[in-house]
């Protein structure tokens, strides 16, 4: 029960979250230099790293995205009839909070070593 739920509410997440950062992003770019220069220094430190906001944001609209698929891939496996099995489901919930949070520790990892 608990994957479904956070299934809905990464996609509800992502969908809000995620395109008001878009729209701001893009109007930002529209509106000159100095616009987008306000909007990156919302996120950003002086010398271009995350600032704490940023980095909180980046995280969690990217675990949201990784949880999202994960759960996403469980559904279809399911839809196929598969996986029915208490023990076996419960397993592959559990995995997907596993998968989403290695995958969203190794995007920041490279993320961070470039």
Same mark, same amino acid.
């Given at each position: ?12 997440? #992502?969908?809000?979250?995620?395109? =008001?950062? +878009?729209?701001?992003?893009? /109007? ?8 987008? $220069? ?31 698929? #994960?759960?996403?891939?469980?559904? =279809?496996? +399911?839809?196929?009839?598969? /996986? ?8 592959? $919930? ?21």
């Amino acid at each position: 029960m608990t994957v479904s739920i956070l299934h809905r509410a990464t996609g509800s997440g #992502m969908a809000t979250v995620g395109s =008001l950062l +878009l729209v701001w992003f893009l /109007a930002a770019l529209a509106s000159g230099a100095e616009a987008y $220069a306000t909007f990156r220094d919302v996120f950003t430190l002086s010398d271009g790293r995350l600032n704490i906001l940023g980095w909180i944001i980046g995280v969690g609209l990217t675990f949201s995205l990784f949880q999202h698929m #994960m759960s996403g891939i469980r559904h =279809l496996v +399911l839809d196929t009839g598969a /996986a029915f099995e208490l023990k076996l489901n419960r397993n592959l $919930a559990r995995l997907t909070f596993v998968g989403s949070t290695l995958l969203t520790l190794a995007f920041w990892l490279y993320v961070g070593t470039k």
